[in-house]
């Protein structure tokens, strides 16, 4: 059974940090790219950043660079998202995805 499971959202203020997790299971993970998208209230799901099986090759929403970094662990079977320098349009649910997979998502919430 295919699970992606987030964890690490939360309240933040405007200028702060969180880091996001997901745990894997269920399919060959080392294998798999590993992105993570967001949706913020009434928008669209966007994307936010993508890491090869490798780890070696990362990519970037331009609303994201500088700010946010994605990381893997293969052995751990782990995607993390560490996000720096939060803004309040950062705000939105948090979805994990890899394999054509999905996570129930975590809530992050930047307020002034």
């Known amino acids: 059974q295919v699970q992606l499971v987030e964890s690490g959202g939360g309240l933040v203020q405007p200028g702060g940090s969180l880091r996001l997790s997901c745990a894997a299971s269920?399919?060959?993970?080392?294998?798999?790219?590993m992105s993570w998208y967001r949706r913020a209230p009434g928008k669209e799901r966007e994307w936010v950043a993508t890491i090869t099986n490798s780890g070696r090759t990362t990519n970037y929403a331009d609303s994201v660079k500088g700010r946010f970094t994605i990381a893997r662990d293969n052995t751990k079977r782990m995607v993390w998202l560490q996000m720096n320098n939060l803004e309040p349009e950062d705000t939105a649910v948090y979805y994990c995805n890899g394999a054509a997979f999905w996570g129930q998502g975590t809530q992050v919430t930047v307020y002034s």
């Open positions: 269920g399919f060959p993970f080392s294998i798999v790219d």
